[in-house]
């Protein structure tokens, strides 16, 4: 316990122990991780730090690569958060029928339909609002410099600013991305094959 309560090694390992998944400690190039698994698919808990010339900013990601069927991609994030973002890749604003939802949170996707689909899981929707700040979505690969997926292969992608050290928010985050990956399968979006990809 540091002089400002736990520490994130401290929070991690008791998020992974508490799931069932493994705290991976950092070494040289790699920091420290949580990897978990739901069903065939692995999610990674990590940070990350980006360099803005005269400072830093480290943020919490969580992701997950699976197959994606059909080039199905969203984003999600609460309104005002955000302001041109997601009118690549086709994507438009979508309603999804649940005014409070639809108020508080913007979402783009590709293929209305679906999204409509997913978010209109109820288990979703509360795990979503319990996130004070989201910003979730599927992406198709990590970019320059870092991971290029196969064809076919794509990840579900949460990240947010700052590191995340509240064991509950950290619980219902992992809960929320077992929902959606689940969901996704569920409505002809995600293949349940292992899409063979190391984070």
């Known amino acids: 316990m540091g002089l400002f309560g736990p520490s994130k090694k401290e929070i991690w390992e008791q998020l992974a122990a508490e799931i069932h998944a493994n705290y991976v400690p950092g070494g040289f190039w790699k920091g420290d991780r949580v990897e978990a698994r739901v069903d065939n698919w692995m999610l990674v808990l990590d940070t990350y730090i980006?360099?803005?010339?005269?400072?830093?900013?480290?943020?919490?990601?969580?992701?997950?690569?699976?197959?994606?069927?059909?080039?199905?991609?969203?984003?999600i994030y609460r309104s005002g958060f955000f302001s041109e973002i997601g009118k690549l890749l086709g994507m438009?604003?979508?309603?999804?029928?649940?005014?409070?939802f639809d108020d508080?949170?913007?979402?783009?996707?590709n293929?209305?339909?679906?999204?409509?689909?997913?978010?209109s899981n109820e288990s979703i929707r509360a795990l979503i609002?319990?996130?004070?700040?989201?910003?979730?979505?599927?992406?198709?690969?990590?970019?320059?410099?870092k991971e290029h997926f196969p064809k076919g292969v794509?990840?579900?992608?949460?990240?947010?600013?700052?590191?995340?050290k509240d064991i509950e928010r950290l619980k219902e985050l992992y809960e929320l991305?077992?929902?959606?990956?689940?969901?996704?399968?569920?409505?002809?979006?995600?293949?349940?094959?292992?899409?063979?990809?190391?984070?």
């Not at 980006?50 to 984003?75: C, D, E, H, Q, W």
């Not at 508080?104 to 996707?109: G, M, N």
């Not at 293929?111 to 978010?119: C, R, V």
């Not at 700040?133 to 990590?142: A, G, R, W, Y």
């Open 154 to 164: 794509d990840e579900l992608y949460f990240e947010v600013t700052g590191v995340i």
């Open 129 to 145: 609002e319990e996130q004070p700040s989201i910003n979730l979505q599927i992406k198709d690969d990590e970019g320059y410099f």
């Open 177 to 199: 991305f077992a929902e959606v990956l689940k969901e996704l399968y569920n409505i002809g979006v995600a293949g349940w094959e292992n899409p063979d990809v190391v984070l």
């Open 111 to 119: 293929n209305e339909e679906k999204a409509k689909s997913l978010f």
């Open 50 to 75: 980006v360099s803005t010339g005269k400072s830093t900013i480290t943020y919490t990601r969580m992701r997950a690569p699976f197959i994606n069927l059909n080039n199905f991609y969203f984003k």
């Open 92 to 100: 438009k604003d979508v309603n999804i029928g649940y005014k409070k």
């Open 104 to 109: 508080d949170f913007v979402i783009k996707s």
